[in-house]
């Protein structure tokens, strides 16, 4: 066949049956198993039935109603099969695999530092446990405390804070209560 341009890709695996009703009979092989009813059309005598009325269960297709008797009457069109995931098994996938230059060492991750590059890096951070650069954890202030944020920093406490005697807190910095 003659084409403008490229010839068209062939892609997916499409398949059409054609079967003969009985009046009693329900199920029907087709010829693969599509993954969901959502791609197979189902006609009888021309008319296209709603998937609602039919289900699948690999190559099987089981009817709601019967379809009346007749010769070739009932066309099974799978637009696609099901194809499987390929999953790698574990530690399958070599560290060169993954463009590194080096395979890094217990708590790193791999980042990606340039457009054509990754490379392992480590989590940087103050902690969220104790005073911190990121996270202040105060209930009471008792003793007069002077708390700096860091410019390029933002803190924030969840309150209620108790100020206690003749305490003061100072804040440089930004500082918010939530």
Known sequence: MAYLGNEPFVSGNFSS????????????????SPGTKNAVLVFIDGVRQDPLNYSIAGVTLTLGTAAPAGTNNVQILVSGEELSVNVPADDSIAVAALDTTSAGTTGQFLKKSSATDIDWATVAGGSITTEGDYFYNYNTISATITTTVGATKAAFVAGPISITGSAVWTVVGELTMI
């Open 17 to 32: 049956s054609v079967h003969n009703g009985t009046g009693s009979e329900l199920t029907f092989a087709m010829g693969q």
